[in-house]
């Protein structure tokens, strides 16, 4: 399948297009410049514009864009940089897979739709939340619209923390730990959803490939875990104690009110019902054997 994506220079868009041509896919990838390899097509989403030819024999379209939530504080700009760097690429491809014909289209989408659960855990059926992450989701999976309305099969990946060697979440948390410094966050029940790469990657190649699936699908580990649990597992898997617990009032003072409360002091606890009832096999369907690979 020729396969286009959009957002391949990221964390999981790396991975993603080297597995997707280890499957024996074609990959296009979108870049905001001018093309300068083979692979690549020029875009400009917040212009409309994309480079002719790029659907051409097209069978299913990856978008992957979004700044990164956590990157920096939650002022009233970087708001808007997080809204129209998800919104505005969602709503270009979708017009543009209607426009040429292209049947899928896979976009990324977040764990924090459905806001704080408390101690429930919810599958794809369950509503969306009120908080600033669950409407900015919920205007993210909506910029798919043209598409859904166009007859195209449209996925939307709710996608969890990722479990990385190197980069994301993770990768900011290794240090920390390492030096000893690694603690709970607030009283660490929470609910922490998570996925190794490995199994996003895959996810993204699985839902691609299988005509069937459409809809959500909540990209997360088949075993939920609270902070405090995830704390406690990444202290064993880097041989590290993790006696600390940081007090909610400092992490709001650190980062802000609202960007703590709704990153770090709550979160959604998820079921990956859509692709169990798919047949998707995890590679890391547990937190120990995710933290193992990503510290080996």
Known sequence: MRVVIAG??????????????????????????KAAAPDERGWDPY?????????????????????????????????????????????????AVVEHGVPALVNSSGAHFYGDTGSRLVDEDAPGGHSYLSRLTQDWESATAAARQGGVRVVLLRTAVVISPSGGVFGKLKPVFQFFLGGRLGSGEQFFPWVSLDDIVSMYRFVTEHEEIRGPVNAVAPTPVTNAEFTKAVGHALNRPTPWAVPAFALKTLLGAEMAQELLLTGPGLTPKALESHGFTFLHPALPSALNAAVA
């Open 8 to 33: 391949s220079s990221g964390l999981i868009g790396t991975s993603l297009v080297a597995s997707m041509r280890a499957a024996g896919h074609e990959v296009l990838r979108l870049v905001r410049r």
């Open 47 to 95: 212009a409309g514009r994309i480079d002719d030819g790029t659907f051409d024999g097209v069978g299913a379209v990856i978008n992957l864009c979004g700044a990164g939530i956590g990157d920096k504080r939650w002022d009233d700009a970087r708001k808007q940089v997080l809204h129209d760097s998800r919104v505005v690429p969602s709503e270009v491809l979708s017009a």
